[in-house]
Every structure is written in C-alpha cells, then in structure tokens.
C-alpha cells in the first residue's frame, strides 16, 4: 500500500468517535457482563454446573483408580476378580462421563445462544432510544460492528468459555488436592515452574488486550467504508472512481488483515509457554519420581497416578490461556457495547413526563437558541408562535435553519437557550412517544423499507385497515401507480425501494405521513423530487388532508407554498420576515428577492 494511500485512510477516520479505550482489566465490567446469565440462574446454569461436577468428579477418580487400585492392589496383588470389578467400574465411569459431557455441552450452547440473544436485543433497544445527536457522530457501519461483530466475539465465551473456567479452576482444585494427599514433596518440586510461567503470562496480558481492541476499532472502520461505499456505489461508478475505491478499500482491508495477524500472533505465544512448562514439569516429575520410588517413598501406582494428573494439569493450564484471551476478547468488545449501553440520550424525557392526549397544534417558540457545535448557532433568538389549524412555511437559503425548526418541534434537539412548548407544555416535560406519535415528517430523501407497498404505507399506523390505506394511497395521487405494479399493494419493494422512482418513493412517504393521521404534519422540501403535473394533485389533496391539521412546510420551490397562512423567512439561524405571501411581496425585502431570483432562473431555463 503506497504512502498516499495510508494517508488517506488516516485522514478518512481523523474525526472517528471509534478509539481504542486503554482502561486496567475491569473484573467489575466482566461481573457486569455475566449479569446477563442471571435469568438462566435456575435452570440452564445449574443443570450445566452439575454436569461440570460429574465430568470433573470422574476424571480425578479415573486416574486414581488405575494407579492406586489397578496397578498396587489388583495387579501386584495378582487379584483377577478384582482387577475386573476395577475394568467394569472405571468403564462405567467413562460411559457417565460421556452422557454428562453431551448434555453439558448442548445446555451451553442452548445458554450461550440465548445470552448473545438477549445482549444484542438490549443494545438495538438501546440504540433506538438515543438522541439524533449520537448518530450524527457515528457512521452506521461502526454502529452496526457493535450491534453484530462485539456481541458475536462474546459467543465463544458464552457458549464454552465461562463453563470451561468452572471445569478447569475445579479441575485444577481436585488436582493439587491429589497430588499432595499423595506426595507433597514431589507435587511441590513439579510444581516450582508455575510461578515463572504465572509471571511471563501477566506481561503478556497488557499487550493481547490492546491487540484485540485494536482488532475491533480495525474491523469497525472496514464495516463503516464497506456500508459507506455501497450505498454511494452509483456516484462511484458516475465518477469512475473504482479503481482508486478499490485501492483504498485494500488499504483498509490491509489494516484488518494487519491487526488480526498481531493479536493472533500474541496469542500463539501462550501455549508454547504452558507446553514448555510441561516438559520442564515432567523432567522434574521423572527424575524426581524415580528417585522416591528406589527410595522406598513413592509406590508405582502412586507415581503412575501422579503421572496421570500431572498430564492432566498442563491441559487445563492451557485451556485457561485461551478462555484467559477469550476474556481479554470479551473486555474488549463489552467496553464498546458498554460505550453504547452507557450512553444517555442528550434528549432526556423526565419521569414524570406528561403524557398529551391529543395535542391541538399549537407551537410556541420562545428565544430559541440552538447550535450543534460550539462555532457556530444553527438558530439565534427565534421567537415563533404557529396557531393549531395553521399553515406556515419556512423559507431562507440553505444552512439558514429550517430543518433545524423542524427537529426542534419533533424534539430531536433540545434548545440549548429558550423554550418551545406545544399546546402550552415545554417539549422536555411532555413524553416523547406522545407528542412523535402525533406528527408526520415527510423528507425530501424519503427511506422506503424492505417489504410490501402496503408494509411501508402502514409503517406509521401498524393496525390499519386496507380501505383506510387505499384511501390515504388515493388522497395523494399513489394509488395509480401502485395499482400498475405486477402485485399491486403487496408488491415487495428492495432495499430503499430501488425498483421506484423518486416521485414514486416520495407518494409513499406522503401516503405513510397521512395514514397515521397526525395532528402537525411537517414537509421538508417533500414535493422537490416529484414533477410538477404529480405536485398540482398533491397540493389539491393537501387542502383537503391538512385542513383542521398545522403543517409546516420547508421548500426552496416557492410557487408550493404561496397558499400558506404565513411566511417565516430565515438567514443564518434569525427569523428576518414573516406574513404572507402578498405582505412579503409589498415589504420587498428577503422575500421578494428569492421570488424573483427563482422566477429568473425558471424563466431562462424555461
């Protein structure tokens, strides 16, 4: 990858909110994390632990039972009847083993997949609920790593490795317990490695938990151009600029490649380091041993047995390397989905929110100020007061805060001085689920989702009834269209719904804003992609359909709005002029201008 190229990466994700957050190993955080296997605590959990025992009991039995009893008791005491009442028990245990081991491992995973299940549910329910301000920070793609590929690393650990900790710690336990019933001083000479392996391990620690933060922050970036770069494919293509998307999608995806390779390589340094303290372990344990049994101190099963455990040890020494990396995995994605889950809405709604029952339409704006950065006031001392039943219309060139008005009345935004109220109740003392349900926003870059005509037509008012969906269909010119698709109303539209036209798309969103039957409807420059014959019929069905309703309509097209019962004229963030289209044309001032700026432009294009 050339310089230029990796500069381009760099400056791409300069301003991302995705870093690699160096905090200590939080056990607390982890204990947080476990929390999520509370609901399973009476039955998946305990019946999983159970077979933990029974599999951990049987394998400290088995060893002892060929070493102590087959070799010293039944072999040198040359006793057949016993050497089989030994083969039948130990083959027995080995047949318990294997049915404990199958429930244990199909319990797991029934716990893990449900836990991955109910983390992910609470990080999408999250998500939802917070404030425009946290997306306008976030690419989709780094949200959508979060939600899928960080929950998707804490399955492993789920599934297998918190029940493999419990089996190897007991493991572990019942080993050492053994080993020095049987011989303290060889248990003790055997065991003089682990603190030399203990104290490499814990240096190593550090370094594995930042490499697979690094991984997460890598494969979010990769996600977030991946998503960015195929929804502006079309422009790509118009611009033939795929090879040089090409180039800088390698240069990402060399990144991904790059961190993975070094966790993985940090990773593969703790088996080798448990295998090579095995061998030292069993040298020791050979020399060693041998010397106790010519001693007279040490009989043969007991050494076989001792043998048998010692073998038995590195293997969950080593298992708990790896549930140690998966941990180390597992903080480094919860401290991203914990970011997310930690993160409070900047819209907040009060406990003891009023709920509005059916609002009349009244909006007040009092000295709004509001900015979405400190540079710069998108608005600055705006004083609005928009009767119910009203239709009135923000117009100003762009930047000059008209969307901004708009946010503000749904409550995306909260001012950051003044207040707005609606009927008379501030916005931050009125529960949000109330006072949204009650307004319908229709965009100029309107979102059709995947599904049928009739799904996205229904998106606002689940419950409705096809006649009252037809009827909206029809009140704003749709229905024609709709009726010439090959399934009519359940025809299933793609992603976006690519296989409509703008216009197409634009009915839509209108028949969706207009079926919720909403008391305020807001429309930001709603009828810019739809042709002038098709706008003549919406505007005739707006007359009808907002009537008794408030409408506040943003448009740059100033013949939509000339029937509006007010004017309100903007310029970088000030309410400058307000009346009517008449009173606006004698005062010949802002107003005016654009009216006649546009006419020109219409006339030479014309």
């Known amino acids: 990858m050339s310089n230029e190229a990796q500069k381009k990466i760099q400056n791409r994700f300069k301003y991302s909110t995705d870093q690699v957050i160096e905090k200590p190993f939080n056990w607390m955080q ?20 159970i077979m933990v025992l029974i599999t951990t009991g049987i394998r400290l039995v088995i060893p002892i039972l060929i070493g102590m009893y087959v070799i010293d008791e039944a072999i040198a005491g040359r006793d057949g009847n016993l050497l089989m009442q030994l ?20 319990w797991m995973n029934i716990l893990g997949q449900s836990v991955i299940y109910d983390l992910r549910k609470h990080l999408f329910t999250h998500v939802q609920w917070l404030s425009n301000r946290f997306f306008d920070k976030r690419s989709a793609g780094s949200i959508l790593v979060r939600i899928m590929n960080d929950i998707n690393s804490l399955q ?3 599934t297998n490795g918190v029940i493999n900790l419990l089996m190897d710690i007991l493991m572990l336990i019942g080993i050492f317990i053994v080993l020095f019933t049987i011989s303290p001083e060889l248990a003790l000479a055997v065991m003089i490695v682990l603190p030399i392996m203990f104290f490499i391990s814990t240096k190593l620690r550090k370094k594995i938990r930042r490499s697979w933060q690094t991984v997460r922050l890598k494969q ?6 991946l998503n960015e770069s195929l929804q502006g494919m079309r422009i790509t293509q118009s611009f033939t600029q795929e090879k040089e998307n090409a180039q800088y999608f390698e240069g990402v995806n060399n990144e991904t490649f790059e961190s993975w390779r070094d966790a993985t390589k940090k990773n593969a340094t703790f088996r080798p380091l448990v295998e090579m303290t095995n061998a030292v372990g069993s040298a020791i344990l050979i020399w060693y041993g041998a010397n106790l049994i010519q001693s007279g101190n040490l009989e043969i099963g007991e050494f076989v047995t001792f043998a048998f455990l010692i073998g038995m040890f590195w293997e969950p020494i080593s298992r708990l390397g790896m549930v140690y990396n998966q941990l180390l995995m597992g903080m480094a994605s919860s401290e991203r989905i914990f970011e997310f889950l930690d993160e409070q809405p900047n819209v907040a709604e009060k406990n003891d929110a009023v709920e509005l029952d059916e609002i009349k339409g009244d909006v007040e704006f009092n000295k709004v100020d509001f900015a979405y950065s400190n540079d710069r006031k998108a608005l600055d001392g705006i004083n609005l007061d928009i009767k119910a039943g009203e239709t009135i219309a923000l117009v100003g060139h762009t930047g000059s ?20 109220k609606m009927d008379g109740h501030d916005l931050r003392d009125v529960s949000l689920r109330s006072l949204r349900s009650q307004i319908s926003i229709v965009l100029q870059d309107t979102f059709i989702f995947s599904g049928t005509i009739k799904d996205n037509i229904r998106f606002g008012f689940p419950h409705a009834k096809d006649e009252q969906l037809i009827d909206a269909a029809k009140a704003v010119g749709a229905h024609g269209f709709i009726e010439k698709l090959p399934k009519g109303y359940d025809t299933e539209v793609e992603e976006r719904g690519n296989i409509l036209s703008v216009g197409e798309r634009q009915l839509i969103s209108f028949a969706r804003a207009l ?39 943003i448009a740059h097209r100033l013949s939509t709005i000339r029937d509006a019962d007010r004017i309100y004229v903007l310029d970088h963030g000030r309410l400058m002029e307000s009346g009517n289209h008449d009173e606006l044309m004698k005062h010949k001032g802002i107003y005016q201008g654009l009216v006649h700026s546009q006419f020109t432009m219409q006339k030479s294009t014309g």
């Open 30 to 49: 982890l204990w947080r994390l476990f929390r999520y296997l509370k609901p399973y605590s009476k039955k998946l959990l305990p019946l999983s632990i």
């Open 87 to 106: 083969v039948g028990i130990i083959a027995g245990l080995y047949i318990v083993n294997y049915v404990a081991n199958v429930f244990r491992i199909k």
């Open 156 to 158: 492993e650990l789920f």
């Open 220 to 225: 979010s970036k990769l996600n977030s151009h």
């Open 401 to 420: 805060g008209k969307t901004t008005i708009a946010n503000m009345i749904t409550r995306f935004y909260d001012p950051t001085a003044g207040s707005i």
């Open 515 to 553: 079926l919720a039957d909403p008391r305020i409807i807001i429309l930001d420059e709603a009828t810019a992609s739809i042709d002038t014959e098709t706008e003549v019929v919406i505007q005739k069905a707006l007359g009808t359909l907002l009537e008794g309703r408030t409408a506040i309509i």
